[in-house]
C-alpha cells in the first residue's frame, strides 16, 4: 500500500450510514493473491471489515516472545505453539499474538489454521494511556467476541497496561453478540493454568509473561 493510504486508514473515520459491503475470507485471501494486500500492509480481516493493526512497541515484542517460550515448555505433544499467524474463522482472519494450535506446521501448508485446530489463543495489550481505551475495546470487546463466536476454548489477553492476565473461557451462545461466560483475573503472583481440550497440562507464573 502507499504512503497515502494508509494515512487514510489510521484516520478515525464516522461510522456510514449508507449499506456496506463486507469482505469474506474467500474475497481477503483473493486480495492477497493478487497482490492487492501483501504481507506488509498493517490489517487484519475482522468481521468482514479490513481493520488497521495496533503498532507493537518493544515490551509487546517482549511479551509475545516470553509467552511463547513459557507455553512450548508445557504443551503436551501433538500441539504447537505459533506467533502473529492468521487464523481463519467464518468472516475474519486475525492474527493473534500467540496461538496453541493442533498438530504441526506441515499441517497447515494448503490452509491456515482454523477455530477446531485452536486451544489457546492470546493477545497482548500494550497501549500507552493515551490509547488504553481503542485497545480495550478492540481486545475485549471485538476480538473477544469473533473467538467467542468461534468457540475457541480458552482467550488470554495479557494486560501490559494493567499487568495482569485475564483469562477467559466458556464461550456463549453463538448469537449476534456472543462472549464468554468466564473471566478470570491472575495479578504478577499468580499461577494460571494451561488447559487444553479440558485437561491441564501444567501451570505458568504470571510474572513469565510480563516483561
Request: glycine share 6%; proline share 8%.
Amino acid at each position: 500500500m502507499n504512503e497515502v493510504y494508509l494515512s487514510k486508514i489510521q484516520q478515525p473515520l464516522a461510522v456510514p450510514t449508507e449499506p456496506i459491503w463486507r469482505l469474506s475470507v474467500q474475497q481477503y485471501h483473493q486480495m492477497i493473491e493478487l497482490g492487492i494486500l501483501n504481507e506488509d500492509d498493517p490489517i487484519e480481516l475482522l468481521e468482514g471489515w479490513l481493520i488497521y493493526k495496533m503498532p507493537k512497541n518493544p515490551r509487546h515484542r517482549a511479551a509475545t516472545k516470553l509467552t511463547r517460550t513459557a507455553l512450548e515448555t508445557i504443551i503436551p505433544q501433538g500441539w504447537y505453539v505459533d506467533t502473529q499467524e492468521p487464523i481463519s474463522l467464518a468472516n475474519s482472519e486475525p492474527e493473534p499474538d500467540v496461538i496453541v494450535v493442533r498438530g504441526n506446521t506441515r499441517d497447515y501448508l494448503d490452509r491456515h489454521p482454523g477455530a477446531f485446530d485452536l486451544a489457546l489463543v492470546v493477545e497482548i495489550a500494550d497501549a500507552t494511556l493515551q490509547r488504553v481505551g481503542e485497545a480495550h475495546r478492540r481486545y475485549r470487546t471485538l476480538k473477544q467476541r469473533l473467538y467467542a463466536r468461534a468457540g475457541i476454548p480458552v482467550y488470554w489477553l495479557i494486560n501490559l497496561v494493567e499487568e495482569q492476565l485475564e483469562v477467559y473461557t466458556q464461550p456463549g451462545d453463538q448469537n449476534q453478540n456472543p462472549t464468554y461466560q468466564q473471566r478470570q483475573d491472575y495479578q504478577v503472583g499468580d499461577e494460571v493454568p494451561v488447559t487444553i481440550e479440558g485437561q491441564i497440562f501444567g501451570v505458568i507464573a504470571v510474572r513469565e509473561l510480563l516483561p
